[in-house]
C-alpha cells in the first residue's frame, strides 16, 4: 500500500538549516506530485508546496519562498525539504504528502507520518 | 489567497448523534474541496474529495456537500473514534489553503 515515511524529530538552533525526508513505496514516485504542510500548535495547517519528482518542477506558498527548499532523489524515491535559517517560528510537525490528480479533482491522499522540528537555543 | 472560514471551531456531540461542520471560501472554488480527519498524534486522514466524493475505506456516516463557496462535512450518527479534529481544504488555486479546525468531542 501507499506510503510515505518521513525522518525523525529533529532539535535544531536558532539560524541553522534542516533537512526533513520523506521516502515513498508502494507506488510509482514520479507519477505523483509530492507535497509539503506546516502544522503549528497541533492545530493550523499551512502548505508550503510542492515538488514534480519526474522534472524536479517546484511551486511555493509565497510565505515560504525564502524558508523552504523542495528536492527529490528519484534513486531512492525520497523526497526532501530544506529548512534554513530557523527560528523559533518554525518550530512546526511537517508533513509530506502525495497529490493524486484528476481531470475532476486534485486531493493530497497519503500523508506520512509527520516530522517535528523544535527550534531551541 | 483564498480564504477557508471553518465552522464551528469546536463542537460536542452524543453517541448516534448528526454533526455538520461548515466551510466558507472567500471565493467559489468549483467543488475543489477536501474534508481530513485528524485524531490525537496521528496525521491528517483523507475523508471525502471533490467536496462529495467518499475517500475509500471511509465510513459511510460521512459525507460531504456544497457547492460555489458554501461547503459542509455531516456524520451521520456520532461513533466514539469520530472524536478528532476535522479540516476543509481547498485545491481549486494556489496557494492551496485550510479552515482552522473543527475540534470534535463526544459528550
Known amino acids: 500500500q501507499v506510503n510515505l515515511l518521513q525522518s525523525g524529530a529533529a532539535l535544531v538552533k536558532p539560524g541553522a538549516s534542516v533537512k526533513l525526508s520523506c521516502k515513498a513505496s508502494?507506488?510509482?514516485?514520479?507519477?505523483?506530485?509530492i507535497h509539503w504542510v506546516k502544522q503549528s500548535h497541533g492545530k493550523s495547517l499551512e502548505w508550503i508546496g510542492y515538488i514534480n519528482p519526474n522534472s524536479g518542477y517546484t511551486n511555493y506558498n509565497e510565505k515560504f519562498k525564502s524558508k523552504a527548499t523542495l528536492t527529490v532523489d528519484k534513486s531512492t524515491n525520497t523526497a526532501y525539504m530544506e529548512l534554513s535559517r530557523l527560528t523559533s517560528e518554525d518550530s512546526a510537525t511537517y508533513y509530506c504528502?502525495?497529490?493524486?490528480?484528476?481531470?475532476?479533482?486534485?486531493?493530497?491522499?497519503?500523508w506520512g507520518q509527520g516530522a517535528s522540528v523544535t527550534v531551541s537555543s | 489567497d483564498i480564504q477557508m472560514t471553518q465552522s464551528p471551531a469546536s463542537l460536542s456531540a452524543s453517541l448516534g448523534e448528526t454533526v455538520s461542520i461548515e466551510c466558507l471560501a472567500s471565493e467559489g472554488i468549483s467543488n475543489d474541496l477536501a474534508w481530513y480527519q485528524q485524531k490525537s498524534g496521528k496525521s491528517p486522514q483523507l475523508l471525502i474529495y471533490?467536496?462529495?466524493r467518499l475517500q475509500d475505506g471511509v465510513p459511510s456516516r460521512f459525507s460531504g456537500s456544497g457547492s460555489g463557496t458554501r461547503y459542509s462535512l455531516k456524520i451521520s450518527g456520532m461513533q466514539p473514534e469520530d472524536e478528532a479534529d476535522y479540516f476543509c481544504q481547498q485545491s481549486y488555486k494556489y496557494p492551496y489553503t485550510f479552515g482552522a479546525g473543527t475540534k470534535l468531542e463526544l459528550k
Open positions: 504528502t502525495r497529490l493524486n490528480s484528476s481531470p475532476l479533482y486534485y486531493v493530497m491522499d497519503a
Open positions: 471533490a467536496a462529495s
Open positions: 508502494g507506488y510509482t514516485f514520479t507519477d505523483y506530485y
